[in-house]
C-alpha cells in the first residue's frame, strides 16, 4: 500500500516493525477479528529470517559440514554454504512475508513512521490513527562503539554486512566474544580464516556463568580461533585494503600475547593486529531515532515496561526494542503476551524460563540466573557441576570419534532457601536441544527434589541433568 493512500485512515491497531516482534503480534490481531496496519520501512519480517538467526544457523551447519569432510578446499566450500544460505533466506526478499500477513488479514505499509499523540506519520506525509493500542516494534542496531577511527575506515563488517555477503576474509578480527562473535567465529575459522576474537571482558559470554565462556574459548581454540579476553581496542586504521587495530596499554591478554607464534595474527607490532577486516559485534541498541517517542512523553532510553508489555496508557513495546530477553523466541514470545492483553485474554508476562542459546559446536543453552544475577537480588544459592562427557551417550559417540575434544559441562543453580532450580548452564553436543528441559524447570520453579527423581532417556545426553540434580537435592536435605 502507498503511504500517501492511507492518509486520514483509522485502525484498531497499528503495529510499527514487523520482525519477530511485530509480525506475529499484526498476525494474531487481525486473526482476532481486529483491524490492523503494519508498518515496516525496510523488510517485511524483519532481521531475523534474512539477516540474522536463519542465515547464521545455515553458516555453522554448513560449516559443521565442512570439518567434517576434511576438504582443503575451503573457498569453493564457503561459495556453496554462502548459496545455500541464500536459498535459504529467499534472497533476502520479502514478498513471502508480506504475502503471509496479507493473507492473515494484515493491513501493511512501506514507509518509515513516527508518532505523535493519537497518531502515526508514515513517511512524514500521510497520518493514520489508533482507537485501540499502538505497539512499538522496531528493533535493535548494531553498537558501534566510539573507538579511534572505526566509524569511516573501510573494512569494517557488522553481522549484516557478513550475512548478506560473499566474502571469506584471509585474516579476520571479530570485536566482541558474544554470541555473533562465537558463532560467526566459528563459521570463519571453519572455513579457513585466521580468526581472533577481541573480547573486553575478562570470559567470552560473559553475562553468563564464567566456566562457560572458558568453555566456549576452549571450543573456538580446538578450531583455530585466536580467542583474546579482557583486550581494548583503542584505534582503527585502514592498511592496504584491510585495517590495522591497536590496543590499550594493559589490554593484552597473558595468554595470546603478540609476538608469540599463533594463529590469527600477522604482529605487525607489539599492541597492534592487522585483519583483512574487522567485524564488530559489541551489543545493540534499541532503535528510536526519528520515532518521536518524547511526544507521547516517553524516554527513548528507558523503556520499561509492566508485566503486559505496556510503556503507558495505550502504548506497548515488544521484541529488541525492550531489551528483554532479545531473540526471536523473546520477540515472539512478548508478541502472544500483548496479543491475549489485547484480544480480552490477558495474563502478566513471565520471562523466567527464556533460554539463552548459541548455535556453535559444542552448544550453549542456559537460562535463568548466574550466581552473580542471584546474588543481586539477594537470593542465596548452591550450585552442582557435571561432566557431561561422563554420559554413556558422550561414551558411544567418542567411541566413533576417538578424536572429538569438544569442551561439555552442566551446571545448575539452586535457591537455597526454597530448594528450587532457578538457573542452568550447558555447553556441549546439541546442548540448545536437550539442556531445554532445564528452562521449563525454571519457569516452573521446579524443586531439585523433583528433578533429582525425573527419568532421562537412555542414552541421551539429558542424563547428564541427574547427577548434579541429585547432589543438589541431597545438599539441600543435609
Ligand atoms: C547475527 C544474528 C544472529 C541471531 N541469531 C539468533 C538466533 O539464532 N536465535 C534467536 O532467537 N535470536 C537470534 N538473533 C536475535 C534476533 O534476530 C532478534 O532478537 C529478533 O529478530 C528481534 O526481533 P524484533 O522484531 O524485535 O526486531 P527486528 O527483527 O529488527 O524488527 C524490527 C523491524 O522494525 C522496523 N523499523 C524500525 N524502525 C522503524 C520505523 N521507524 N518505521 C517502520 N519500521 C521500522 C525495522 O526495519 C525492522 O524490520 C540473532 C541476531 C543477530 C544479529
Ligand atoms: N543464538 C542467538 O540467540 C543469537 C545469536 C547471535 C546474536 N544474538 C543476539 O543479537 C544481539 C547482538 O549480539 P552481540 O553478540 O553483538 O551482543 P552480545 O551482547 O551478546 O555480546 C557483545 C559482546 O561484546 C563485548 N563488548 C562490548 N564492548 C566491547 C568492546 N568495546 N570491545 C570488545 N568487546 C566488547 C561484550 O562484553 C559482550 O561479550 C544480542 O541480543 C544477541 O542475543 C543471538
Not at 542471584?374 to 561432566?387: F, Q
Not at 542424563?463 to 545438599?475: G, K, S
Request: glycine share 12%; net charge negative; charged share 25%.
Amino acid at each position: 500500500m502507498d503511504p500517501a493512500e492511507l492518509d486520514g485512515a483509522r485502525y484498531e491497531v497499528i503495529v510499527i516493525g514487523t520482525g519477530s516482534a511485530g509480525k506475529p503480534l499484526a498476525t494474531a490481531l487481525a486473526r482476532g477479528g481486529l483491524r490492523v496496519l503494519a508498518v515496516e520501512r525496510h523488510r517485511f519480517g524483519g532481521e531475523c529470517p534474512y539477516v540474522a538467526c536463519v542465515p547464521s544457523k545455515s553458516m555453522l551447519l554448513s560449516a559443521r559440514r565442512h570439518r567434517a569432510s576434511g576438504d582443503p578446499a575451503h573457498r569453493a566450500a564457503f561459495a556453496a554454504a554462502v548459496a545455500v544460505r541464500d536459498r535459504t533466506v529467499h534472497g533476502r526478499d520479502d514478498s513471502g512475508a508480506a504475502e503471509g500477513m496479507l493473507g492473515d488479514g494484515v493491513d501493511l505499509v512501506r514507509a518509515r513512521a513516527s508518532v505523535r499523540p493519537g497518531q502515526v506519520l508514515l513517511d512524514g506525509i500521510a497520518t493514520v490513527r489508533w482507537s485501540t493500542a499502538l505497539v512499538l516494534a522496531t528493533g535493535a542496531e548494531a553498537v558501534i562503539p566510539p573507538v579511534d577511527g572505526l566509524r569511516g575506515t573501510p573494512g569494517i563488517w557488522t553481522s549484516d554486512t557478513a550475512l548478506s555477503g560473499d566474502e571469506l576474509p584471509a585474516r579476520l578480527a571479530i570485536l566482541g566474544g558474544g554470541a555473533i562473535g562465537c558463532e560467526l567465529a566459528e563459521v570463519y575459522a571453519s572455513f579457513g580464516s585466521r580468526v581472533t576474537v577481541l573480547e573486553a571482558a575478562p570470559t567470552l559470554l560473559p553475562r553468563e556463568q564464567p566456566w562457560l565462556g572458558g568453555a566456549m574459548a576452549d571450543g573456538l581454540r580446538r578450531l583455530g580461533v585466536d580467542v583474546r579476553t579482557g583486550t581494548e581496542l583503542a584505534s582503527v586504521r585502514p592498511d592496504g585494503q584491510g585495517v590495522l587495530l591497536g590496543f590499550g596499554e594493559g589490554s593484552r591478554p597473558e595468554t595470546d600475547r603478540p609476538g608469540t607464534d599463533r594463529p590469527g595474527t600477522d604482529q605487525p607490532g607489539a599492541d597492534q593486529l592487522a585483519a583483512d577486516r574487522l567485524l564488530v559485534a559489541v551489543g545493540k541498541k534499541p532503535v528510536t531515532d526519528g520515532l518521536g517517542l518524547e511526544s507521547l512523553g516517553l524516554d527513548p532510553d528507558d523503556l520499561s515496561v509492566d508485566r503486559r508489555m505496556r510503556l503507558k496508557d495505550d502504548v506497548f513495546a515488544i521484541g529488541d526494542l525492550t531489551a528483554i530477553n532479545p531473540y526471536t523466541h523473546g520477540a515472539n514470545y512478548q508478541a502472544r503476551v500483548v496479543a491475549d492483553e489485547l484480544l480480552g485474554r490477558g495474563r502478566d508476562a513471565d520471562h523466567s524460563g527464556t533460554p539463552r542459546a548459541v548455535y556453535t559446536d559444542p552448544a550453549v543453552l542456559a537460562v535463568g540466573d548466574t550466581e552473580k544475577t542471584a546474588a543481586e537480588r539477594g537470593a542465596r544459592t548452591l550450585t552442582a557441576r557435571s561432566d557431561v562427557t561422563g554420559t554413556t551417550r558422550s561414551a558411544v559417540e567418542r567411541t566413533i570419534d576417538e578424536n572429538d575434544d569438544r569442551p561439555a559441562g552442566l551446571e545448575l543453580i539452586a535457591d537455597a532457601d526454597s530448594g528450587v532450580l532457578i538457573g542452568a548452564a550447558a555447553i556441549g553436543p546439541e546442548a540448545d536441544s536437550w539442556a531445554a528441559e532445564l528452562a521449563l524447570a525454571v519457569r516452573a520453579r521446579v524443586t531439585l527434589q523433583a528433578l533429582a527423581d525425573q527419568p532421562h532417556a537412555f542414552p541421551s545426553w539429558a542424563e547428564a541433568i541427574a547427577a548434579p540434580a541429585q547432589e543438589l537435592a541431597q545438599r539441600l536435605r543435609d
